[in-house]
């Protein structure tokens, strides 16, 4: 079973500061997604990405994929309450098949006004 | 366009007894998995359909069935539920088995073993 890393587990920061969110692994991930999960309901897809080096941005949240695809960050600029929910990783092995992807354990994320 | 819909949302079980879980979507994908969540295990795939008809074991099957009854519904099946089973399941799908795309869950169902 492959393993995905994910920190922090839990962080609780005001609203307006900035924050990362790390993704690790030791193997290389053909693409990799982040979904964002709210109380009650499943995850919603943010991002994919897919090749070594490729920043992605949606608003205010940046992505990050490692040069050597082992890797990945999430960095939200300027927090809101809105932001507030579980961020979960989840990556597609080389040479991983229909079985799905391997989730990391999330990151509880609390933005307090 | 529900996309893809759970039933019971909610499910309070005595240890030994049995029940099933339902899913249904109406995206037309092919694949379709059942996730558990368990606080601090993050998600877990118990089973997958890959397509119509076909069925496979996930990381944590045991304790578990699935039924793959058509392209739209997939059911995960409690024979005799432990308290270990107690936990938040989710249904998932996905068009074709390209992994740049998206993930599609429902609401999820919220099950405790008493």
């Known amino acids: 079973t492959q393993l995905l890393e994910q920190s922090p587990q839990f962080l609780s920061i005001q609203e307006g500061e900035n924050l990362t969110v790390y993704c690790n692994s030791s193997s290389v991930f053909s693409s990799l997604q982040w979904y964002r999960q709210e109380p009650g309901e499943g995850p919603v897809l943010l991002v994919t990405?897919?090749?070594?080096?490729e920043v992605k941005k949606l608003k205010r949240l940046t992505f990050q994929f490692g040069d050597a695809r082992k890797d990945s960050s999430l960095h939200i600029t300027a927090a809101q309450p809105g932001d507030t929910g579980l961020y979960l990783c989840?990556?597609?092995?080389?040479?991983?098949?229909?079985?799905?992807?391997?989730f990391g354990k999330g990151t509880h994320l609390i933005i307090q006004p | 366009n529900a996309g893809v819909t759970q039933t019971p949302k909610f499910q309070v079980l005595k240890t030994g007894q049995s029940m099933t879980l339902q899913c249904a979507q109406d995206?037309?994908?092919?694949?379709m998995y059942w996730y558990r969540q368990d606080p601090g295990m993050g998600l877990r795939l118990i089973y997958y359909?890959?397509?119509?008809?076909?069925?496979d074991k996930g990381e944590v099957p045991n304790g578990y069935n699935v039924s793959r009854l058509n392209k739209r519904e997939f059911s995960l099946r409690l024979e005799s539920a432990a308290p270990s089973q107690t936990s938040v399941y989710f249904c998932a799908t996905i068009w074709g088995a390209s992994y740049n795309s998206p993930l599609h869950f429902g609401n999820g169902t919220r099950l405790t073993v008493t």
């Open positions: 990405v897919v090749t070594g080096g």
């Open positions: 995206m037309n994908h092919n694949s």
């Open positions: 359909s890959a397509s119509e008809g076909t069925t």
């Open positions: 989840a990556g597609i092995y080389s040479g991983g098949g229909a079985d799905g992807l391997t």
